[in-house]
């Protein structure tokens, strides 16, 4: 009987282990057409048609630079994640808190923070996105509402 119980007990820590849920991952948008709509003070709305390709990195702007390894953390059913970026000008900081399906929308809250200010030391962002369809459309210049 003693037998039996350790062995329970060693499977139950072995399968339970130190690490009772997997780790956060970075969201990967479905490939296909989106429309992303961003908010931040001074600049105000601003939507625009994107396609996003089955390679997407949803942590990194284009012009991001020259950037570290993103760090997850899962907060609740949110991944927030952070990301530190270098430019010829100075660095950039992101954190950013990720939630939604991903496959027909999304929704994401960043704050930037800026080393040496660039016009201003830190700025925030709300980022909706909109899953439209799988053909992309021809590129398009944003449009400011």
């Given at each position: 009987?003693h037998?039996?119980f350790?062995?329970?007990a060693?499977?139950?820590?072995?399968?339970?282990?130190?690490?009772?849920s997997?780790?956060p991952?970075?969201?990967?948008r479905?490939?296909?057409h989106?429309?992303?709509?961003?908010?931040?003070?001074?600049?105000?709305?601003t939507?625009?048609?994107?396609?996003?390709?089955?390679?997407?990195?949803?942590?990194?702007?284009?012009?991001?630079?020259?950037?570290?390894?993103?760090?997850?953390?899962?907060?609740?059913?949110?991944?927030?994640?952070d990301?530190?970026?270098?430019?010829?000008?100075g660095?950039q900081?992101?954190?950013?808190a990720?939630?939604?399906?991903?496959?027909?929308?999304?929704?994401?809250?960043?704050?930037?923070?800026?080393d040496?200010?660039?016009?201003?030391?830190s700025?925030?962002?709300t980022?909706?996105?909109?899953?439209?369809?799988?053909?992309?459309?021809?590129?398009?210049?944003?449009?400011?509402?």
């Open positions: 009987m037998i039996r350790w062995a329970a060693v499977f139950c820590v072995g399968t339970l282990g130190p690490s009772l997997a780790p991952e970075l969201p990967k479905k490939a296909g989106w429309e992303i709509t961003t908010i931040s003070a001074g600049i105000g709305k939507v625009t048609d994107v396609c996003i390709g089955p390679d997407d990195n949803i942590a990194m702007p284009a012009d991001s630079g020259d950037c570290s390894q993103t760090k997850l953390t899962q907060a609740g059913s949110e991944v927030i994640v990301v530190v970026c270098t430019k010829p000008h660095k900081t992101m954190s950013t990720f939630g939604g399906d991903f496959n027909a929308r999304y929704h994401a809250v960043m704050k930037m923070t800026f040496p200010p660039e016009g201003v030391r700025m925030g962002v980022i909706d996105g909109k899953y439209v369809g799988p053909d992309c459309p021809a590129p398009t210049t944003p449009s400011r509402g």
